[in-house]
């Protein structure tokens, strides 16, 4: 019977939250750990923020003892972690990459080459570490996908979004050939490429929607298999977090506001036009003139790396300056309407948005969760939403929608524009889905179920090492 092999999962999100990658790696954790239990290890980059990293070399294997990393713990989740340099000798591997790969790194920026020298190391980690146990690699994105290059072992590959559909919000219909164009008229050659590499060299390509799927299917001539994130359960009390958010809000900004009033949210990363964050705006400037019975505040919580939150010290105004949000929120004319109060808030993935309580808080408080996305391969927010209890708008473009349309509690917008967005905000106020089915939808989602695709996906790569 063969042996089960270490699972090294890589990813430029390991200790180093910056998106939705990190919820994937972090709340499956407890699945993978009954799987691979003492066999797991999580690598992430030296060169990150080193979010929950305790160091501790006792547990190292002897066989990467000489190589350059930092080893420990990543806490809270109770796993084992290597933190990794870049490879040295860069400029020798960037030719070599493009003599075997046609890998074109002429210009590219330090965005790209950091995570490219980065991931090369993971491949070589991984196969030092093979020599003495099985190895099976997983990595994330085109960040980690140059460890494919250094490592011939069993692996998976896993792309969360394409590179091209994020550079046209996810609307366009294209041939390889023209995908790799519009890549390199954007400047973003090298990233396309090496997500391509990933796709192509990985023992099993996956992603997590079957909109990503087809996607990769026009970009890359390459059908991956879904794996879909999946998500943990969450026991908040939702009366609770409103009598928490609500009294906080007029404390801090709004004396005499009516705690009554109906609390919208939306979060996501900075990106107005791809998370449709002004699409929310028109659509909450076009209530204000409707004969609404309660006033509505709307929260926008986006992570903005350098920009402090309402949880350090001193704490700052509701409104952010230099904000994509703020800025157009004022061209509608708020702050200044009682009906519908707008607020922008700087964030992290590890704290909320206000001292003392995390995103789950906010969310759990909201009536509704609105998150339109014009892009959107997942969709990790609405999904967030539903878990605590609280109902979702979804983009019809996002590949939640396509995997949970139709179920409690989830709101796909007929169409991507402010008067539909107004309309399914109408909808979802004056008719809340009961708490207990937006959790119901949540549990169809739960990791206990849907890490059989990981399942499969590892059994299948171990497989074809061995043909």
Same mark, same amino acid.
Request: proline residues 8%; glycine residues 8%.
């Given at each position: 019977?063969?042996?089960?092999?270490?699972?090294?999962?890589?990813?430029?999100?390991?200790?180093?939250?910056? @998106?939705? !990658?990190?919820?994937?790696?972090?709340?499956?954790?407890?699945?993978?750990?009954?799987?691979?239990?003492?066999?797991?290890?999580?690598?992430?980059?030296?060169?990150?923020?080193?979010?929950?990293?305790?160091?501790?070399?006792? &547990?190292?294997?002897?066989?990467?003892?000489?190589?350059?990393?930092?080893? @420990?713990?990543?806490?809270? %989740?109770? +796993?084992?972690?290597?933190?990794?340099?870049? !490879?040295?000798?860069?400029?020798? &591997?960037?030719?070599?990459?493009?003599?075997?790969?046609?890998?074109?790194?002429?210009?590219?920026?330090?965005?790209?080459?950091?995570?490219?020298?980065?991931?090369?190391?993971?491949?070589?980690?991984?196969?030092?570490? =093979?020599?003495?146990?099985?190895?099976?690699?997983?990595?994330?994105?085109?960040?980690?996908?140059?460890?494919?290059?250094?490592? *011939?072992?069993?692996?998976?590959?896993?792309?969360?979004?394409? +590179?091209?559909?994020?550079?046209?919000?996810?609307?366009?219909?294209?041939?390889?050939?023209?995908?790799?164009?519009?890549?390199?008229?954007?400047? =973003?050659?090298?990233?396309?490429?090496?997500?391509?590499?990933?796709?192509?060299? #990985?023992?099993?390509?996956?992603t997590v929607s079957p909109i990503t799927a087809r996607e990769c299917q026009r970009v890359h001539g390459v059908l991956p298999r879904v794996v879909?994130?999946?998500?943990?359960? /969450? =026991?908040?009390?939702?009366?609770?977090? %409103?009598?928490?958010?609500?009294?906080?809000?007029?404390?801090?900004?709004?004396?005499?506001?009516?705690?009554?009033?109906?609390?919208?949210?939306?979060?996501?990363?900075?990106?107005?036009?791809?998370?449709?964050?002004?699409?929310?705006?028109?659509?909450?400037?076009?209530?204000?003139?409707?004969?609404?019975? *309660?006033?509505? !505040?709307?929260?926008?919580?986006?992570?903005?790396?350098?920009?402090?939150?309402?949880?350090?010290?001193?704490?700052?105004?509701?409104?952010?300056?230099?904000?994509?949000?703020?800025?157009?929120?004022?061209?509608?004319?708020?702050?200044?309407?009682?009906?519908?109060?707008?607020?922008?808030?700087?964030?992290?993935?590890?704290?909320?948005?206000?001292?003392?309580?995390?995103?789950?808080?906010?969310?759990?408080?909201?009536? +509704?969760? +609105?998150?339109?996305?014009?892009?959107?391969?997942?969709? %990790?927010?609405?999904?967030?939403?539903?878990?605590?209890?609280?109902?979702?708008?979804?983009?019809?473009?996002?590949?939640?929608?396509?995997? #949970?349309?139709?179920?409690? @509690?989830?709101?796909?917008?007929?169409?991507? /524009?402010?008067?539909?967005?107004?309309?399914?905000?109408?909808?979802?106020?004056?008719?809340?889905?009961?708490?207990?089915?937006?959790?119901?939808?949540?549990?169809?989602?739960?990791?206990?179920?849907?890490?059989? @695709?990981?399942?499969?996906? %590892?059994?299948?790569?171990?497989?074809?090492?061995?043909?």
């Amino acid at each position: 019977m063969p042996q089960t092999p270490w699972l090294l999962e890589a990813s430029w999100e390991v200790c180093n939250p910056v @998106g939705g !990658i990190f919820t994937v790696i972090t709340s499956k954790l407890p699945e993978v750990t009954k799987r691979f239990h003492d066999r797991y290890i999580a690598v992430g980059p030296l060169a990150g923020s080193r979010t929950g990293f305790r160091p501790d070399r006792s &547990w190292l294997p002897a066989t990467l003892s000489t190589l350059p990393l930092e080893a @420990g713990w990543w806490e809270p %989740y109770g +796993v084992r972690a290597l933190l990794l340099p870049g !490879i040295a000798e860069l400029d020798v &591997w960037k030719t070599r990459l493009w003599e075997e790969h046609q890998l074109d790194t002429l210009g590219a920026s330090i965005e790209v080459l950091e995570p490219l020298a980065w991931s090369l190391q993971v491949g070589e980690v991984a196969r030092a570490l =093979s020599n003495d146990v099985p190895v099976l690699l997983h990595t994330h994105e085109w960040l980690a996908a140059g460890a494919l290059c250094t490592y *011939q072992g069993p692996s998976v590959f896993t792309t969360h979004a394409t +590179v091209v559909g994020r550079i046209t919000s996810g609307a366009f219909e294209m041939t390889p050939d023209q995908a790799t164009q519009t890549a390199r008229d954007h400047l =973003s050659i090298a990233k396309h490429q090496l997500e391509q590499l990933g796709i192509r060299l #990985a023992s099993v390509a996956t992603t997590v929607s079957p909109i990503t799927a087809r996607e990769c299917q026009r970009v890359h001539g390459v059908l991956p298999r879904v794996v879909a994130n999946g998500i943990l359960e /969450s =026991s908040i009390n939702r009366r609770l977090a %409103y009598q928490t958010v609500m009294p906080f809000l007029a404390r801090s900004w709004m004396p005499g506001l009516d705690t009554h009033s109906k609390l919208i949210v939306s979060h996501g990363r900075p990106e107005l036009h791809n998370k449709g964050f002004d699409l929310v705006l028109e659509a909450l400037a076009a209530l204000r003139t409707l004969p609404l019975k *309660q006033p509505i !505040i709307a929260v926008f919580a986006t992570p903005v790396p350098g920009v402090r939150s309402l949880a350090d010290p001193g704490g700052l105004s509701p409104f952010r300056e230099q904000d994509a949000i703020v800025d157009l929120a004022r061209q509608y004319g708020f702050p200044g309407d009682p009906r519908v109060r707008v607020f922008s808030i700087a964030t992290d993935i590890n704290h909320g948005p206000f001292p003392g309580f995390p995103i789950d808080t906010l969310l759990a408080a909201a009536d +509704v969760g +609105v998150f339109p996305s014009r892009y959107e391969p997942f969709g %990790y927010t609405p999904l967030e939403a539903l878990r605590v209890g609280t109902p979702a708008i979804t983009s019809p473009t996002a590949g939640f929608a396509e995997l #949970a349309g139709g179920l409690p @509690g989830v709101e796909v917008v007929e169409a991507l /524009s402010a008067p539909a967005v107004a309309r399914s905000l109408l909808k979802a106020l004056a008719n809340p889905t009961p708490e207990d089915l937006c959790r119901e939808t949540a549990r169809h989602f739960n990791w206990q179920a849907l890490m059989e @695709g990981y399942d499969r996906a %590892y059994a299948q790569a171990s497989h074809l090492s061995r043909r």
